[in-house]
C-alpha cells in the first residue's frame, strides 16, 4: 500500500478517538468498529494497521466494565504487533493487563505484561523511541507519566495477594517472599 493508504489509516481512527476523548463511548465504539471492518475487508484480519482500531474498541470496553470483550480485542492486537519493538508495545501491553485482571483471570500474566510495559518504558529514558496512538513519537514526558500509572497500578496488585498464587504457607511462598526481601 501506497504512503498515502498508510496516511488514511493512521487518521481513520482519529473521529472515534474524538468522541473517547469527550467520554462518548457509544459513538467511539461505532467509529472504531468502522473502522475495523473497513480495515479488515481492504487489509485483511491479520494486518497490523488493525492495532489501533482494537486497542480503541478495547478502551471503550474497558471505560464501560466489559473486561472479558476488552481483552479478546487486546489479545488479538498483541498478535498483530508482537513483532513490534518492545518499547512500542508498552501501551497495548499495560492496557491488556489492566483489562485481564479486571476480568479476574490470567491474572499472573497480567502482571507479567504489566511489568514489560514498565521496562520498556523505563528504558525510554534511556534513549529508546515510543510511539504512541497512529505511530506518532510520545514525548519524555507522557511516558514518565505512563511509567507512573503502570508502577502505580503494579504497586496496588503486588501489595496483597493475587488470585492463584501460591498460598501464604507454602514453602514456594515463603521462597518468594525471601527472594523479594532480598531484592528490595
Not at 69 to 89: F, G, H, Y
Not at 91 to 112: C, D, M, N, P, S
Request: aromatic fraction near 6%; hydrophobic fraction near 45%.
Amino acid at each position: 500500500m501506497s504512503l498515502d493508504g498508510i496516511s488514511l489509516y493512521a487518521s481513520s481512527s482519529s473521529v472515534p478517538a474524538n468522541f473517547a476523548y469527550r467520554r462518548h463511548w457509544r459513538a467511539a465504539e461505532r467509529g472504531y468498529l468502522e473502522d475495523l471492518e473497513r480495515r479488515e475487508a481492504e487489509l485483511g484480519k491479520d494486518h497490523p494497521f488493525l492495532v489501533d482500531p482494537l486497542v480503541g474498541l478495547a478502551e471503550c470496553h474497558l471505560r464501560r466494565g466489559e473486561s472479558a470483550a476488552a481483552s479478546r480485542k487486546l489479545e488479538r492486537a498483541l498478535a498483530l504487533c508482537e513483532t513490534d519493538p518492545p518499547e512500542e508495545l508498552a501501551y497495548v501491553r499495560f492496557l491488556t493487563a489492566r483489562a485481564l485482571w479486571a476480568e479476574g483471570k490470567a491474572r499472573q500474566r497480567a502482571i507479567e505484561l504489566a511489568r514489560l510495559a514498565r521496562d520498556a518504558l523505563a528504558r525510554f529514558r534511556q534513549g529508546a523511541v515510543i510511539t504512541g496512538a497512529m505511530g506518532l513519537p510520545i514525548t519524555r514526558a507522557e511516558a514518565a507519566a505512563q511509567l507512573r500509572r503502570v508502577e502505580a497500578w503494579l504497586d496496588a496488585r503486588q501489595r496483597g495477594p493475587i488470585p492463584g498464587a501460591p498460598d501464604a504457607k507454602s514453602g514456594q511462598c515463603r521462597q518468594l517472599a525471601a527472594l523479594a526481601q532480598l531484592q528490595a
